[in-house]
């Protein structure tokens, strides 16, 4: 007879703190160790007793879950490797003499970035990055070429915890310089002269604050501080305009930016566009000595397109060229030489609309199925006609274009292949709506295969995010066809904290209306019901970072109403984060959720809807949990202690699972088949829980 396998049980230790005169007790704050941020980069130095809880909560883990689905979840696994064109090649973007593309190797977790002349000729091997990942883990942040193509700088995090080496490669030699960027946060560009790298540095609490400048040849100790943000409720970042002429540096909140230019052909000290004024947000590109700006100044909610000169970048001197217009919400610009195009959603779908800035003639570029996806994207040339384009839907492969905005011509350059077969007739994709507890229409996205009877009898899996304005693209997956295919509905749910429906989306799902974020999902999930799409029993939800706390949420609220709770990297512990501030993410996000610190208000609404603080003596459905060891941005031990919470308080016996990744952080596993194989995990959770077996 064999024994059945015990659930850790997390210690209890006494841990008392008090804001705004009331007292919490947090027999669980144990979790959390002292020594974080070490641990980020080391994780080895983790107290044992924490490590010990965590390895207890992975064995009991594989030996009720992960031992018994073990066929379920390589069978998953395979047919989701099967729709991967393994030796898979990017479209090649031209950069003067050369064109830069990257490509995947058959069996291999991770790109080659290569080039080839601009008209034809042979490829060049730039950087192999299954040679310089090994078997470790291996956070690629990518790769950017000098303005002589003779330097490449790439990047990488070998912990998962964000933490980023630059590393200068000379393209003659194929030889990598000693003089590595050590611990940056990833953002990086290079001066036109190619003689120096402006970079993002973090401060000890994990944040962006600082952008240095390295010279080339210089030790790192010496790079001159090009800016340095003194509140640490802003991050900093560094880019360029698309017309090279400048490098831009930006000081930003999820409500409020404020933009300073360098000359990238003369260095010097950053000039500031416009100072920041609390929840004016804005954007720059530059052409001809004119800048054009992306912004929501002046009550543009869905934000409008200004100009000023270079010279009197001031907001003073704005004037609309695109003015806002309710309910067309701009997403994004992009300025190459005679055009101007933008990427706006309307109606709740995207569009890109183009501008000729010779003659002020707009034309729309949009597709008519009735869920889809739309992405556009600049080459590394300004003096072009040319953009790309990117489609997709929940039934149709990605699809990439070039788009030739003087003449309208499309290009298709690339249509994904699924080499085990894909023929889009044989799904539908539909558009419903779910009607809010106070009126509200929530859009939801579904997918299913053809002829699947629709009798409220079938299962569901439920995704939702609903935070930082993120919209959720109805975007072809070759992932959720292994759901699909087994019977399941596959629905997202568009709910408010995204802006699937414009600005004011997202403004009634944050701060003080963040439980329309849960009503709404909670409002899908019942209309997937009464619409007949899902029987009532079988609806699996899932969400990740603060989707993750969105089912914490509508797990406390609703937990009758769920088959499983699916919670990746679930930011579950939000009052207690909210009031360290210390944390990397903790005071720029006081914007989007409330400062708890300083203000009762914000303390009383976030402990009310708190998934760590909500846990109750009820019957939860079957929850699984997946976590990283070294992630800055949801900590570990926000599932840890949600599910330690879970096990001492819930009733019932539904399985509970807290799986957390030694090695990886807030992404998860770094190699592509490596991340397939947490899909098949969380995948074969959701079939199992349906009472499906294969």
Same mark, same amino acid.
């Not at 050369?98 to 970035?113: D, F, H, T, V």
């Not at 956070?139 to 700088?153: I, M, Q, V």
């Not at 609703?558 to 984060?577: E, G, M, S, Y």
């Not at 303390?603 to 949990?625: G, T």
């Given at each position: 007879?064999?024994?059945?396998?015990?659930?850790?049980?997390?210690?209890?230790?006494?841990?008392?703190?008090?804001?705004?005169?009331?007292?919490?007790?947090?027999?669980?704050?144990?979790?959390?160790?002292?020594?974080?941020?070490?641990?980020?980069?080391?994780?080895?130095?983790?107290?044992?007793?924490?490590?010990? =809880?965590? *390895?207890?909560?992975?064995?009991?883990? !594989?030996?009720?879950? @992960?031992? $018994? &689905?073990?066929?379920?979840?390589? +069978?998953? =696994?395979? *047919?989701?490797?099967?729709?991967?064109? !393994?030796?898979?090649? @990017?479209? $090649? &973007?031209?950069?003067?003499?050369? +064109?830069?593309?990257?490509?995947?190797?058959?069996?291999?977790?991770?790109?080659?970035?290569?080039?080839?002349?601009?008209?034809?000729?042979?490829?060049?091997?730039?950087?192999?990055?299954?040679?310089?990942?090994?078997?470790?883990?291996?956070?690629?942040?990518?790769?950017?070429?000098?303005?002589?193509?003779?330097?490449?700088?790439?990047?990488?995090?070998?912990?998962?915890?964000?933490?980023?080496?630059?590393?200068?490669?000379?393209?003659?030699?194929?030889?990598?310089?000693?003089?590595?960027?050590?611990?940056?946060?990833?953002?990086?560009?290079?001066?036109?002269?190619?003689?120096?790298?402006?970079?993002?540095?973090?401060?000890?609490?994990?944040?962006?604050?600082?952008?240095?400048?390295?010279?080339?040849?210089?030790?790192?100790?010496?790079?001159?501080?090009?800016?340095?943000?003194?509140?640490?409720?802003?991050?900093?970042?560094?880019?360029?305009?698309?017309?090279?002429?400048?490098?831009?540096?930006?000081?930003?909140?999820?409500?409020?930016?404020?933009?300073?230019?360098?000359?990238?052909?003369?260095?010097?000290?950053?000039?500031?566009?416009?100072?920041?004024?609390?929840?004016?947000?804005?954007?720059?590109?530059?052409?001809?000595?004119?800048?054009?700006?992306?912004?929501?100044?002046?009550?543009?909610?869905?934000?409008?397109?200004?100009?000023?000169?270079?010279?009197?970048?001031?907001?003073?001197?704005?004037?609309?060229?695109?003015?806002?217009?309710?309910?067309?919400?701009?997403?994004?610009?992009?300025?190459?030489?005679?055009?101007?195009?933008?990427?706006?959603?309307?109606?709740?779908?995207?569009?890109?609309?183009?501008?000729?800035?010779?003659?002020?003639?707009?034309?729309?570029?949009?597709?008519?199925?009735?869920?889809?996806?739309?992405?556009?994207?600049?080459?590394?040339?300004?003096?072009?006609?040319?953009?790309?384009?990117?489609?997709?839907?929940?039934?149709?492969?990605?699809?990439?274009?070039?788009?030739?905005?003087?003449?309208?011509?499309?290009?298709?350059?690339?249509?994904?292949?699924?080499?085990?077969?894909?023929?889009?007739?044989?799904?539908?994709?539909?558009?419903?709506?779910?009607?809010?507890?106070?009126?509200?229409?929530?859009?939801?996205?579904?997918?299913?295969?053809?002829?699947?009877?629709?009798?409220?009898?079938?299962?569901?899996?439920?995704?939702?995010?609903?935070?930082?304005?993120?919209?959720?693209?109805?975007?072809?997956?070759?992932?959720?066809?292994?759901?699909?295919?087994?019977?399941?509905?596959?629905?997202?749910?568009?709910?408010?904290?995204?802006?699937?429906?414009?600005?004011?989306?997202?403004?009634?799902?944050?701060?003080?209306?963040?439980?329309?974020?849960?009503?709404?999902?909670?409002?899908?999930?019942?209309?997937?019901?009464?619409?007949?799409?899902?029987?009532?029993?079988?609806?699996?939800?899932?969400?990740?970072?603060?989707?993750?706390?969105?089912?914490?949420?509508?797990?406390?609220?609703?937990?009758?109403?769920?088959?499983?709770?699916?919670?990746?990297?679930?930011?579950?512990?939000?009052?207690?984060?909210?009031?360290?501030?210390?944390?990397?993410?903790?005071?720029?996000?006081?914007?989007?959720?409330?400062?708890?610190?300083?203000?009762?208000?914000?303390?009383?609404?976030?402990?009310?809807?708190?998934?760590?603080?909500?846990?109750?003596?009820?019957?939860?459905?079957?929850?699984?949990?997946?976590?990283?060891?070294?992630?800055?941005?949801?900590?570990?031990?926000?599932?840890?202690?949600?599910?330690?919470?879970?096990?001492?308080?819930?009733?019932?016996?539904?399985?509970?699972?807290?799986?957390?990744?030694?090695?990886?952080?807030?992404?998860?596993?770094?190699?592509?088949?490596?991340?397939?194989?947490?899909?098949?995990?969380?995948?074969?959770?959701?079939?199992?829980?349906?009472?499906?077996?294969?």
């Amino acid at each position: 007879m064999t024994t059945k396998p015990t659930p850790p049980v997390a210690a209890r230790k006494p841990h008392a703190a008090t804001h705004h005169n009331v007292t919490r007790d947090d027999p669980y704050h144990w979790l959390r160790a002292d020594n974080w941020q070490e641990v980020m980069q080391k994780p080895e130095t983790l107290d044992g007793e924490i490590r010990a =809880y965590l *390895e207890a909560e992975n064995a009991y883990y !594989e030996a009720e879950f @992960g031992a $018994p &689905t073990e066929a379920l979840r390589e +069978a998953i =696994y395979k *047919e989701i490797r099967g729709r991967m064109k !393994e030796d898979d090649s @990017g479209v $090649p &973007t031209p950069d003067g003499p050369w +064109a830069y593309n990257s490509r995947m190797l058959e069996g291999k977790q991770y790109p080659l970035i290569v080039r080839t002349p601009r008209e034809g000729g042979e490829e060049t091997v730039l950087l192999d990055c299954n040679v310089e990942a090994g078997d470790d883990y291996f956070g690629f942040a990518g790769a950017e070429h000098d303005f002589s193509h003779r330097y490449l700088a790439w990047a990488t995090d070998r912990a998962g915890s964000e933490y980023y080496d630059i590393v200068i490669r000379d393209l003659e030699t194929g030889t990598d310089s000693p003089e590595v960027i050590t611990g940056t946060a990833g953002d990086y560009v290079w001066s036109n002269d190619s003689r120096s790298l402006y970079y993002a540095e973090y401060d000890e609490n994990h944040r962006p604050f600082r952008i240095r400048r390295h010279d080339i040849g210089t030790p790192q100790e010496s790079d001159a501080i090009v800016y340095e943000e003194k509140d640490p409720g802003f991050f900093v970042g560094v880019g360029r305009t698309q017309s090279d002429k400048f490098i831009v540096i930006d000081a930003h909140d999820h409500q409020t930016s404020e933009v300073w230019l360098i000359d990238a052909d003369k260095g010097g000290e950053p000039r500031l566009v416009a100072p920041r004024v609390v929840e004016r947000e804005y954007e720059v590109e530059e052409r001809e000595g004119l800048l054009y700006i992306r912004t929501n100044a002046g009550g543009a909610e869905d934000y409008k397109i200004v100009t000023t000169p270079v010279e009197t970048p001031d907001a003073a001197s704005w004037t609309d060229l695109v003015p806002h217009q309710q309910g067309v919400l701009i997403l994004d610009i992009g300025v190459i030489k005679n055009h101007l195009i933008r990427l706006e959603r309307f109606e709740g779908l995207p569009r890109i609309v183009i501008r000729d800035l010779r003659t002020g003639r707009e034309e729309t570029v949009k597709f008519e199925e009735e869920a889809y996806s739309l992405g556009m994207s600049l080459g590394y040339e300004f003096d072009t006609t040319t953009f790309r384009l990117t489609y997709s839907s929940p039934t149709t492969p990605n699809r990439t274009y070039d788009y030739d905005a003087q003449t309208g011509e499309r290009t298709l350059l690339k249509e994904q292949e699924v080499p085990s077969g894909h023929d889009p007739a044989d799904y539908e994709t539909r558009r419903v709506f779910a009607e809010a507890p106070d009126g509200e229409q929530v859009p939801v996205t579904v997918l299913y295969r053809k002829g699947l009877p629709l009798d409220g009898t079938v299962p569901a899996l439920l995704y939702g995010y609903g935070a930082y304005g993120m919209s959720m693209p109805a975007a072809f997956s070759t992932s959720v066809l292994s759901l699909v295919d087994r019977g399941f509905v596959y629905a997202i749910a568009h709910i408010r904290g995204g802006m699937e429906k414009g600005y004011r989306w997202y403004r009634l799902g944050r701060r003080e209306h963040k439980v329309n974020t849960f009503t709404d999902f909670i409002a899908a999930a019942e209309m997937l019901v009464e619409k007949r799409f899902a029987a009532r029993d079988r609806i699996v939800a899932q969400g990740g970072s603060a989707g993750g706390m969105l089912m914490g949420a509508v797990a406390n609220m609703r937990p009758d109403l769920w088959a499983a709770i699916l919670a990746q990297v679930p930011f579950v512990d939000v009052l207690n984060t909210m009031l360290d501030d210390t944390l990397p993410l903790t005071p720029p996000e006081w914007p989007e959720w409330g400062n708890p610190l300083t203000i009762p208000a914000d303390y009383q609404r976030i402990a009310s809807y708190a998934p760590y603080e909500q846990v109750s003596a009820q019957d939860y459905p079957p929850i699984l949990a997946l976590a990283g060891l070294t992630d800055p941005r949801v900590t570990y031990w926000e599932p840890a202690k949600w599910v330690a919470k879970l096990r001492a308080t819930k009733t019932g016996d539904a399985p509970l699972y807290l799986k957390t990744n030694m090695g990886a952080g807030h992404a998860g596993a770094s190699g592509r088949f490596d991340r397939i194989k947490e899909t098949a995990i969380c995948y074969a959770f959701a079939v199992k829980s349906v009472g499906l077996e294969a």
